[in-house]
């Protein structure tokens, strides 16, 4: 249930449908980035995961400019307390717009908050 493979149908068949994976895609996060480049409509979280544990080249998709706003932040709150979340997230080596855009800048953009 969890392979990024089954996400296709769904993209396929429902054109313009915002989906947002979870868990980081893992363990197959680069196929999950490959997908994303192909697919507009498909964004990930790090739900279920510390951000210390984001697989490296996810990292450095989220600081490309093909990657920017496509990654969004999830504590996994109560299971991880929040401020280990926050900072474990804050940690990562992104420039200050992919953090800004990780951080809840995307959610908001997604989610029509703003």
Avoid at 37 to 59: C, E, F, G, H, I
Wanted: with cysteine; charged share 15%; aromatic share 8%.
């Amino acid at each position: 249930m969890q392979h990024p493979e089954l996400l296709e149908d769904v993209l396929i068949d429902f054109k313009g449908l915002t989906v947002i994976g979870a868990h980081m895609g893992h363990p197959f996060e680069a196929l999950l980035v490959q997908c994303m480049l192909k697919w507009p409509d498909l964004y990930l979280s790090n739900s279920a995961y510390l951000a210390t544990y984001m697989d490296p080249p996810l990292v450095a998709f989220m600081n490309s400019s093909r990657g920017l706003g496509r990654v969004l932040y999830a504590s996994d709150h109560p299971f991880l307390p929040m401020e280990r979340a926050v900072a474990a997230a804050r940690d990562l080596p992104l420039t200050d717009a992919a953090a800004d855009a990780f951080l809840g800048g995307t959610a908001v953009r997604l989610l029509q908050l703003a």
